[in-house]
């Protein structure tokens, strides 16, 4: 066998080759044409490779995977706890990579967990959500721009009247100084434009969320679950297949925290950092919804009120709802407080709007 270990940055990447008799070499390559033929070169079937995960690493695995006998996707965090090199190069980082893999391999024990690596769709979806996510941070630091503006000139409008479709023309109009004019005006058309962007990529990820109708249509029989957050979800865990059980599952969506147990003492730490966490981030805005809408979290959450702080216990809350997310996708049944008129026009608002952009679907039954 054979080992490779490669330190991966955005222009360029190193690379440390064990071979059978114990040889090592490390060579730079620079990410282009050239160079990368080179480096095919030096590739046989032979060959296992490990890889730091990073915002290439997706794509440059693409390039190599037919070319070797398999590829290791390591995970960054992991590897983190597991060094005891202070000294850090390019060199000294692929090296670890090189060895590590030799260990694992040798010993046939899993010493690093090889990342997933989700299908192209998958992908796509991840990259439309980190730029939504982008878009509504601008919006949203946008509108808290205009709104202070409007305060400095003593007009304390509500953001909701601000930003009324019917008042933003109004708004516009107002007596105010030309400096304060002008800067109401740049703003309201950069929110117009972000807006309509935020819009097109909302779109997109309809469109792509297509491939996934039936587990879409699951997720959204859940009160408080949107197409974009059933969506969303599946961006973020690609596959039920993947997990286990509902601990494993929840933990990867960042909503579990971690245990530091030693000795007689046990210690609750911070949630881990080894999954996603876009899924996270939108059950956490609609918390109240989720508590509301079902009387088995309601009672629940009223319970343990007294004795728990409110950012644990919002945690707490978003772990069982994801437990409940888990046992819906791997049994694929509806959420047994299912509202079926309301879930039904959730679903009917997602097919029409495919229907409107001429694409062909087959309706859930």
């Known amino acids: 066998m054979k080992f490779l270990g490669i330190d991966l940055h955005s222009n360029r990447f190193t690379c440390c080759f064990i071979y059978d008799d114990g040889f090592k070499k490390i060579s730079t390559f620079n990410i282009d044409p050239d160079s990368l033929k080179n480096f095919y070169s030096l590739l046989d079937e032979n060959m296992y490779v490990m890889i730091e995960a990073s915002t290439n690493t997706f794509k440059f695995v693409e390039l190599i995977r037919d070319r070797v006998r398999d590829v290791f996707v390591a995970n960054t965090h992991k590897l983190r706890l597991?060094?005891?090199?202070?000294?850090?190069?390019?060199?000294?980082?692929?090296?670890?990579?090189?060895?590590?893999?030799?260990?694992?391999?040798?010993?046939?024990?899993?010493?690093?967990k090889s990342v997933y690596i989700p299908e192209q769709r998958i992908q796509d979806l991840r990259s439309l959500f980190t730029s939504y996510k982008l878009i509504k941070k601008e919006i949203g630091a946008i509108k808290n721009r205009i709104h202070s503006i409007l305060r400095q000139n003593l007009y304390p409008f509500t953001k909701e009247y601000i930003f009324g479709k019917k008042n933003r023309e109004v708004i516009q109009n107002l007596d105010m100084d030309d400096v304060a004019d002008f800067q109401l005006h740049f703003f309201f058309n950069q929110l117009e434009q972000l807006e309509k962007g935020v819009q097109e990529i909302e779109d997109r990820i309809y469109i792509i969320g297509l491939e996934y109708t039936k587990e879409i249509d699951i997720l959204t029989s859940m009160k408080g679950i949107s197409v974009m957050t059933a969506i969303a979800i599946i961006a973020d865990i690609a596959t039920i297949e993947r997990f286990p059980n509902s601990k494993n599952f929840t933990s990867y969506l960042r909503s579990a925290p971690g245990i530091d147990s030693s000795n007689e003492t046990t210690r609750v730490t911070k949630t881990t950092k080894f999954g996603r966490k876009l899924s996270v981030t939108l059950i956490s805005q609609s918390l109240n919804h989720f508590r509301d809408s079902n009387?088995?979290?309601?009672?629940?959450y009223n319970n343990k009120t007294p004795s728990h702080s409110k950012g644990k216990l919002s945690l707490a809350l978003c772990r069982r709802v994801f437990a409940e997310i888990y046992q819906m996708l791997n049994k694929e049944e509806y959420h047994y407080f299912r509202d079926e008129e309301f879930h039904n026009k959730k679903m009917d608002k997602y097919y029409n709007f495919l229907a409107k952009n001429g694409i062909v679907f087959k309706k859930i039954a």
Do not use: C, H, P, Y
């Open 295 to 300: 009387t088995k979290f309601s009672r629940w």
């Open 82 to 112: 597991i060094s005891m090199v202070n000294k850090k190069t390019d060199r000294i980082d692929a090296e670890k990579l090189a060895i590590f893999l030799k260990m694992q391999l040798v010993s046939g024990e899993e010493l690093i």
